[in-house]
């Protein structure tokens, strides 16, 4: 620049510097914010995996009198004591009356980790888009 330029460049380009930094700052803290977001998203996939580890663990300790098979659907109760232990046996099966409390049933998958039976469903099951045939 000359110190011939007219002053009112000098202020246009600090204008256009300030404009460039404004803009440079909203785009950062936009890009910054979606990395949190993700962040976030990440460290819940993380909690999730890690309580059904836990549970899938606890699941494989319980007591069991025969030999779980991948694909096999079996029923978890609780005894007197507080143990957890597997059945081949529903609920249905003991006429509605088993002899401990029911816990849930659970299908053993071929990579050793458990479903519950009931989440099996949910998934299985789509729903009905609303208006069709069958829901009238």
Same mark, same amino acid.
């Given at each position: 620049?000359?110190?011939?330029?007219?002053?009112?460049?000098?202020?246009?380009?600090?204008? !256009?510097?300030?404009?460039?930094?404004?803009?440079?700052?909203?785009?950062?803290?936009?890009?910054? !914010?979606?990395?949190?977001?993700?962040?976030?998203?990440?460290?819940?996939?993380?909690?999730?995996?890690?309580?059904?580890?836990?549970?899938?663990?606890?699941?494989?300790?319980?007591?069991?009198?025969?030999?779980?098979?991948?694909?096999?659907?079996?029923?978890?109760?609780?005894?007197?004591?507080? !143990?957890?232990?597997? $059945?081949?046996?529903?609920?249905?099966?003991?006429?509605?009356? &088993?002899?401990?409390?029911?816990?849930? $049933?659970?299908?053993?998958?071929?990579?050793?980790?458990?479903?519950?039976?009931?989440?099996?469903?949910?998934?299985?099951? &789509?729903?009905?888009?609303?208006? $069709?045939?069958?829901?009238?």
């Amino acid at each position: 620049m000359s110190r011939l330029s007219a002053p009112h460049e000098l202020v246009s380009m600090a204008e !256009e510097i300030a404009a460039a930094d404004a803009m440079l700052s909203a785009m950062v803290g936009a890009e910054l !914010e979606t990395i949190a977001r993700q962040i976030r998203g990440l460290q819940e996939q993380a909690a999730h995996a890690l309580e059904r580890a836990q549970r899938d663990a606890l699941l494989h300790r319980a007591q069991c009198r025969f030999r779980k098979q991948p694909g096999g659907v079996y029923h978890l109760y609780r005894n007197a004591a507080g !143990e957890p232990y597997f $059945s081949l046996l529903s609920p249905a099966d003991w006429r509605g009356a &088993p002899p401990h409390r029911f816990e849930g $049933s659970y299908k053993l998958g071929v990579d050793m980790r458990w479903t519950a039976v009931s989440e099996a469903e949910e998934v299985a099951v &789509p729903s009905l888009p609303r208006g $069709s045939q069958e829901e009238r």
